[in-house]
């Protein structure tokens, strides 16, 4: 039977994020790490997830109990291809195996990029015509099934790819022209917890409304002015606009000790600016650097506890192989 293969980017929010959450634009850029998944028919009425990277092995479930009691490693895999199924009133039985060439404890998305991949997948072996918002459309419904929240930012890098304007929901997205962004990557060894991350700035937002719109105006000035450094390659102007966002997600509370250990050290080597990329709360954070900066700020970023992602931007969107 025919077999599909698929593998969809993962992320790094440059500028923006919670702001993101409010109706604000946010600049995202898709990494070269990939989730990779494979979908074939079988002639049983079951799907079975092969899922090794979140620890899911030899998994099967009957199509009429789909999404329900789901093991929390495939959730999205699980929900995306009931999606789908209803979408498009397809039923199969079906053989999904998936792959991940990142830690899901990097907060790079890969609970959105293995959603893009099994659906478009999916759509490939259904033979069902999906255009890239309508991809988009159909994967923001299964991040919100599962987990209630989010602007849906990472499924726009993992479907467009390269580097991108985004406004929540989908309502605006902007491939930027900027082939080249030279970053560092340095996780601080924390995972972080988006969904309570986004819940804590929720309760922020409503104790001090005034404040908290205030932190986001700011943001989406720094977003909107982002967009141009960017194209224009000013590296020395993004990154003092990367020093104002940090300051600003700081304000918001969403930073920690760590990050900001790490955003310091990188600045110290000699970074443009630096900030966390992403809800905060530990995960990752970024710093823009020239190429005669680059080793050293990696080393201080080591030095520092931190450990140094290698990756890179702007990296094709969803393939089918
Ligand atoms: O933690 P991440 O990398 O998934 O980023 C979350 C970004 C937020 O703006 C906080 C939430 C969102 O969905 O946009």
Known sequence: MKEIEVSAPGKLMLFGEHAV???????????????????????????EIE?????????????????????????FLEIGVRNFFEKFKEQSGLKIVSRSEFSSEFGFGSSSAVTVAVTKALAELF?????????????????????????????????????IWFVAGGKEITSLACE??????????????????????????????????????KISVIVREARSRLEEKDWQSLGQLMDEDQELLEDLGVSTVELANLITAAKDAGA????????????????????????????????SGGRVLNVYANAKGVVVK
């Open 21 to 47: 959450v409010y109706g604000h634009p946010c600049i995202v850029t898709a990494v070269d790490q990939r989730i990779n998944v494979s979908v074939k028919q079988t002639n049983n009425n079951r799907v």
């Open 51 to 75: 899922a090794p990277d979140v620890g899911v092995v030899g998994y099967t479930k009957a199509l009429s109990l789909l999404g329900e009691d789901i093991p929390k490693g495939i959730r």
């Open 127 to 163: 033979s069902a015509r999906l255009s890239n918002q309508e991809l988009f459309n159909l994967c923001y419904k299964t991040i919100l099934d599962v987990q209630g929240v989010g602007s849906g930012f990472d499924l726009a890098a993992a479907i467009w790819g390269g580097t």
């Open 180 to 217: 080249e962004l030279p970053l560092v990557v340095g996780y601080t060894g924390i995972k972080a917890d988006t969904s309570a991350l986004v819940r804590q700035v929720a309760v922020f937002y409503k104790s001090h409304t005034a404040k908290a719109e205030e932190i986001f105006e």
């Open 272 to 303: 443009y600016g630096a900030k966390l990329s992403g809800a905060g709360g530990g995960d990752c954070m970024i710093a823009l650097v020239s190429r005669e900066a680059k080793a050293s700020a990696e080393e201080e970023i080591s030095k």
